[in-house]
C-alpha cells in the first residue's frame, strides 16, 4: 500500500549539484515528518535532513549549509537539493516517512550517489 519512490541518483563531479526526489502514495502526506538518510559502503545509516509536517527543518553536521529538505504537500513530494558535493556525500540516499504518536517508519529502496572526478 505505501510507496515512497526516489529518483534523480546519478554520477556527478566534486563540487556539482543534484536534487533528489522522494514520491509517497498511500499516506496522508502532509500529515507525515519526511526525511533523508545515506548510507556508505562499512557506515551505518545517518541523517542527513528532515522535515515536519509543518515545514521545519533539521540537518546533519556534515550537510549543513549545503543540502536543502523541501516538500511539495500538493504533489506528495519532498526533495533534497544537493549542492556543494563532495566524494565523501557518496552514498545511497533513503526517503524515510514518519508518522507522529507511534506507529511504522516507511523506507523507500534507496537512490545511488557517486561523487567522483
Known amino acids: 500500500q505505501v510507496q515512497l519512490v526516489e529518483s534523480g541518483g546519478g554520477l556527478v563531479q566534486p563540487g556539482g549539484s543534484l536534487r533528489l526526489s522522494c514520491a509517497a502514495s498511500?499516506?496522508?502526506?502532509?500529515?507525515?515528518?519526511m526525511g533523508w538518510y545515506r548510507q556508505a559502503p562499512g557506515k551505518k545509516r545517518e541523517l542527513v535532513a528532515i522535515i515536519s509536517a509543518g515545514g521545519s527543518t533539521n540537518y546533519g553536521d556534515s550537510v549543513k549549509g549545503r543540502f536543502t529538505i523541501s516538500r511539495d504537500n500538493a504533489k506528495n513530494t519532498n526533495y533534497l537539493q544537493m549542492n556543494n558535493l563532495k566524494p565523501e556525500d557518496t552514498a545511497v540516499y533513503y526517503c524515510?516517512?514518519?508518522?507522529?504518536?507511534?506507529?511504522?517508519?516507511?523506507w523507500g529502496q534507496g537512490t545511488q550517489v557517486v561523487v567522483s572526478s
Open positions: 524515510k516517512a514518519r508518522l507522529g504518536g507511534g506507529g511504522v517508519d516507511y
Open positions: 498511500g499516506i496522508i502526506f502532509r500529515l507525515y515528518e
